[in-house]
């Protein structure tokens, strides 16, 4: 055989597989920015916070993703997105959002990493574009969840020793600020997205036990277990959510071998969500939220609220957003404050509202901007605020601007 032919048939061998294998998997890279400029009013009782503008982001992320094809239907995946702030400040990290490795086929999708957790994800078809916690469109969230947790594990607890009730020695612990929060991105986390069942779809995830290393001799054993039921078909879509936080000690209570000192216990959300289109148009969603914390071994707190949304796309690129949100007044036998929800009183109640409403113009596919107004009420015993300054009791926060949204 020619030389100049044998050496071109070997080159062809050699790079065949390569070929092949470059076809079987994709990257891409995009992402999203958001930009909103606005006024912020705290309206604290006594004048508490100040009054101000306030420019930044919200939820931007820059994300890279790519898939391999297997065989035999299977499917390699990986995700990393990261925080894409246009202000350099929030010192996220990097694939502090959705970010994960998994397997994917007919079977469904099995992933670990840092992910949106069920009762999340089920929240989400509720919310529509409102964002859950940002001060100008969002802030149902914080009232039904007690706010937003992204990128965070189970909660790391500081172990020493320190005296507990009866006088023995036990382990102290101290909870991280945003661990009891329903509304997660759950870090270190193994998760299973089942496919579409004629419209019905499950999900579940489990926390890892990682942070049981640094526990010591806590009795307490901190782990997430998520669950979830969707049913979606045409214009309608259901969804229930389910999420238990195990051993997380909501109250900040002492625990240690004493009889009297808190050995663990449960902290869970239902959340229960129903979506409808009319005519293409119009689409009305709502949200009963129902939480429950085992705050000590003999007290606990309740917590229920609800939200509804509405979004009218009027004509055109014109849309038309209204958001309401309230929560009770906290009910249970504890006296303790568990993250933003403080026991009620007969003289002062803990329940608050929020309510929002914004004006869209699309000015393609993928850029929109919008005017906004958002207010949170506060009942006379609570002080929920817009995540911008700190509230007093009572106090009305509200924030009026304008946004750009772009994604990429």
């Not at 055989?1 to 071109?8: C, F, S």
């Not at 508490?48 to 995946?77: H, N, Q, T, V, Y």
């Not at 499950?202 to 990682?210: A, I, Q």
């Not at 389910?242 to 004493?258: C, F, K, M, R, S």
């Given at each position: 055989m020619n030389k100049k032919l044998m050496a071109l048939a070997v080159a062809s061998a050699i790079a065949?597989?390569?070929?092949?294998?470059?076809?079987?998997?994709?990257?891409?890279?995009?992402?999203?920015l958001t930009v909103m400029y606005y006024l912020h009013d705290p309206k604290n009782p006594g004048?508490?916070?100040?009054?101000?503008?306030?420019?930044?982001?919200?939820?931007?992320?820059?994300?890279?993703?790519?898939?391999?094809?297997?065989?035999?239907?299977?499917?390699?995946?990986?995700?990393?997105?990261?925080?894409?702030?246009?202000w350099g400040a929030t010192g996220d990290g990097f694939c502090t959002r959705n970010s994960a490795l998994g397997f994917k086929g007919n079977w469904g999708n099995l992933f670990f990493g840092n992910w949106d957790q069920p009762q999340k994800l089920v929240y989400n078809?509720?919310?529509?574009?409102?964002?859950?916690?940002?001060?100008?469109?969002?802030?149902?969230?914080?009232?039904?969840?007690?706010?937003?947790?992204?990128?965070?594990?189970?909660?790391?607890?500081?172990?020493?020793?320190?005296?507990?009730?009866?006088?023995?020695?036990?382990?102290?612990?101290?909870?991280?600020a945003n661990a009891e929060r329903f509304y997660r991105r759950q870090a270190r986390s193994l998760n299973y997205h089942s496919p579409s069942w004629g419209g019905f779809n499950v999900k579940g995830?489990?926390?890892?036990?990682?942070?049981?290393?640094?526990?010591?001799?806590?009795?307490?054993?901190?782990?997430?277990?998520?669950?979830?039921?969707?049913?979606?078909?045409?214009?309608?879509?259901?969804?229930?959510?389910?999420?238990?936080?195990?051993?997380?000690?909501?109250?900040?209570a002492t625990v240690g071998t004493a009889a009297?000192?808190?050995?663990?216990?449960?902290?869970?959300?239902?959340?229960?969500?129903?979506?409808?289109?009319?005519?293409?148009?119009?689409?009305?969603?709502?949200?009963?939220?129902?939480?429950?914390?085992?705050?000590?071994?003999?007290?606990?707190?309740?917590?229920?609220?609800?939200?509804?949304?509405?979004d009218w796309r009027v004509a055109g690129p014109h849309t038309v957003r209204f958001q309401f949100g309230q929560v009770d007044d906290p009910s249970g036998s504890t006296t303790v404050t568990v993250g933003p929800y403080i026991p009620g009183t007969s003289a002062?109640?803990?329940?608050?509202?929020?309510?929002?409403?914004?004006?869209?113009?699309?000015?393609?596919?993928?850029?929109?901007?919008?005017?906004?107004y958002n207010v949170v009420d506060n009942d006379a015993g609570a002080k929920f605020s817009l995540g911008k300054s700190a509230a007093t009791l009572g106090g009305k926060q509200q924030a009026m601007g304008i946004a750009v949204k772009h994604r990429f």
């Amino acid at each position: 055989m020619n030389k100049k032919l044998m050496a071109l048939a070997v080159a062809s061998a050699i790079a065949a597989p390569t070929v092949a294998m470059a076809q079987s998997s994709t990257v891409q890279i995009g992402g999203s920015l958001t930009v909103m400029y606005y006024l912020h009013d705290p309206k604290n009782p006594g004048g508490a916070g100040k009054k101000g503008d306030i420019m930044e982001g919200s939820e931007p992320e820059m994300f890279i993703r790519g898939e391999e094809k297997l065989g035999g239907g299977l499917s390699a995946w990986f995700q990393c997105a990261s925080s894409f702030d246009l202000w350099g400040a929030t010192g996220d990290g990097f694939c502090t959002r959705n970010s994960a490795l998994g397997f994917k086929g007919n079977w469904g999708n099995l992933f670990f990493g840092n992910w949106d957790q069920p009762q999340k994800l089920v929240y989400n078809q509720a919310r529509g574009a409102f964002s859950g916690t940002n001060a100008l469109y969002g802030g149902t969230a914080n009232l039904l969840f007690g706010g937003s947790a992204s990128g965070v594990a189970n909660p790391v607890q500081t172990i020493g020793t320190s005296p507990v009730a009866g006088g023995a020695t036990g382990a102290s612990t101290t909870m991280s600020a945003n661990a009891e929060r329903f509304y997660r991105r759950q870090a270190r986390s193994l998760n299973y997205h089942s496919p579409s069942w004629g419209g019905f779809n499950v999900k579940g995830s489990f926390s890892s036990g990682t942070e049981h290393t640094g526990l010591g001799t806590s009795p307490l054993n901190p782990r997430l277990f998520g669950l979830s039921g969707e049913y979606s078909s045409g214009p309608l879509y259901v969804g229930l959510g389910y999420e238990l936080h195990q051993d997380w000690n909501p109250g900040n209570a002492t625990v240690g071998t004493a009889a009297t000192a808190y050995n663990g216990g449960d902290d869970t959300n239902w959340s229960l969500v129903a979506v409808y289109t009319f005519g293409g148009n119009i689409r009305l969603s709502g949200v009963y939220s129902k939480s429950e914390y085992d705050v000590t071994n003999s007290t606990n707190m309740d917590v229920n609220g609800y939200a509804v949304y509405l979004d009218w796309r009027v004509a055109g690129p014109h849309t038309v957003r209204f958001q309401f949100g309230q929560v009770d007044d906290p009910s249970g036998s504890t006296t303790v404050t568990v993250g933003p929800y403080i026991p009620g009183t007969s003289a002062l109640d803990g329940g608050a509202k929020v309510f929002g409403v914004n004006y869209e113009y699309a000015f393609s596919k993928r850029t929109a901007g919008l005017i906004g107004y958002n207010v949170v009420d506060n009942d006379a015993g609570a002080k929920f605020s817009l995540g911008k300054s700190a509230a007093t009791l009572g106090g009305k926060q509200q924030a009026m601007g304008i946004a750009v949204k772009h994604r990429f």
